[in-house]
Each structure stands twice: as C-alpha cells, then as structure tokens.
C-alpha cells in the first residue's frame, strides 16, 4: 500500500523553489528569500518524507532505488527529489546517489551549482564505469549523475539494454539512488525508468494535478507493474495560519 506525503506551503514567498531558485509559478521574477520559519517547515517535511519513505522503525529497510515524476509536464520532481537526497545523505552513512533522468528539461545540476556533465545521456552511449559519469559533491556521501543539456526523446529507449545494465551497475555503487524523471503524462522514459527502480514517488500539486490524469497515470503504472512507493501533495496552502496549525 503507497504511503500519501505532503510538502507544506504556507505562503507563495514560502513554497519550495526551483533549482535555479525561482519558484514554478512566478518565473519572471525573482522572489525575496523565504524567512527562516518557512525554510525549517519545508525542511521539517522533507525530513519527514525521507523517515516515512526509507526508513521503518527507524532502521534502514525501505526502497533503494526510488523515481520521482510529477503528473504534469510543469512538475515540482526537479525542486523535490534533489532536497529528498541531500536529506538523506545527511541521515545515513552510506553513498547517495542523484540522477537527472528528465531529459527534456534537467535542472540537477543548477540546484546543486554542478557542471552539467558528464551525466546520464554519456553513460547510455558508452561502456565506461558509472563513477566516471557522476560528480562526488561537497557531502562526502553524496553524488550527482546529471543530464548534460537537453537531450532527444527516445535514448532511453533507444538503449534500453545499456540502460538496465546502467541501473544494475548504480546499485552496485550506490547505497541509494533517487532518479528525476520525466513527467508521466507525456514521457514514456518515465514509466521505463520506475520499473527500473524499486517504485515511483508521484508528485501531486494542490489545485494544479486533474484528477482524470492522476488516475489514469495509476492505472498505467499498475498495467506496467510499476510499484507506487508513495505520492507527494505538493503546494498545498491552509486557510490558518501556520503557528495556529502547527498547535493542532
């Protein structure tokens, strides 16, 4: 049975941003910084999802290999998925992976201010050891595989063999390792790529995601065997205010 997540937003100026630190909706323009309280409540909820999603008991036991992929191609996977791995390589000792898989639009690589190479797309094309497409970042446990620019559809798939002994050979190197895929509604990469990985974190956004189309993404993903690890409400707002709901 999946577990439901949910990131808080409090406020626009709090919502999670985008790795170029803009949020989705706004842009055009560069918002101020989101005051310490809304950062630690982000924080606080990341921290919580990573608990609920690797963890049981406390202990180390949950899925090694999870994708992430929004609903909708304008998806908050590429804001979510590299925070989940920094939150996880500061809770575990052993290596974090984190892959940009979304082709058409990776955006890794500027969330963690990391050159876009040599990356996924190389890796897929060539024989050499996965560590020389990854880039160790300043965790000592944490390492970024990025995507190098935008790529054309279809690699995947056009090396499908290549990719599966690609997946295989991250878990060898890698403890974790947590994909950015493509949005499922328009990418089948997407669908390759959780079934590939021990399951698929779906991420659904408050007022944004249609009902018709989440529903229908599950029902692909269950007739491809594609587990469902979990979905994530992401920007969801509260009509209170957050002191107020935090003592509820």
Same mark, same amino acid.
């Given at each position: ?13 709090? !919502?999670?941003? &985008? ?10 323009? &560069? ?16 921290? /919580? ?9 406390? !202990? ?33 000792? &052993? ?28 890796? %897929? ?44 050979? %991250? ?26 990985? #021990? ?7 408050? $007022?944004?995601? +249609?009902? $018709?189309?989440?529903?229908?993404? /599950? ?9 469902? %690890?979990?979905?994530? %409400? #992401?920007? +969801? ?9 935090? +003592?509820?």
């Amino acid at each position: 049975m999946s577990k439901n997540f949910e990131l808080l937003q409090q406020a626009a100026k709090e !919502q999670l941003v &985008t790795p170029a630190g803009v949020p989705m909706a706004v842009r055009r323009s &560069t918002p101020s910084p989101a005051p310490a309280p809304a950062r630690d409540i982000i924080q606080e909820e990341i921290t /919580k999802l990573v608990q609920r999603l690797f963890f049981r008991d406390g !202990q180390a036991g949950g899925p090694k290999v999870v994708s992430f992929s929004g609903i909708a191609r304008d998806n908050r996977s590429s804001a979510i998925c590299p925070r989940v791995a920094e939150s996880l390589a500061a809770q575990v000792d &052993t290596s974090v992976c984190v892959v940009d898989a979304n082709f058409l639009s990776p955006q890794l690589h500027s969330h963690f201010i990391a050159g876009n190479r040599p990356g996924l797309a190389p890796a %897929l094309a060539s024989e050499g050891s996965i560590r020389n497409f990854a880039i160790p970042l300043s965790s000592r446990n944490l390492w970024l595989m990025p995507m190098p620019s935008r790529t054309a559809k279809g690699d995947m798939h056009t090396h499908v063999e290549r990719c599966r002994a690609l997946f295989a050979e %991250l878990r060898e190197e890698f403890s974790y390792i947590l994909i950015n895929a493509p949005p499922l509604t328009r990418e089948p990469e997407a669908t390759l790529i959780g079934q590939l990985a #021990d399951g698929i974190v779906l991420i659904v956004e408050a $007022n944004q995601t +249609r009902r $018709n189309a989440a529903r229908q993404v /599950k029902e692909r993903l269950e007739a491809a065997q594609v587990k469902i %690890l979990g979905t994530v %409400l #992401d920007q +969801r707002t509260f009509p209170i205010p957050d002191f107020l709901y935090r +003592r509820l």
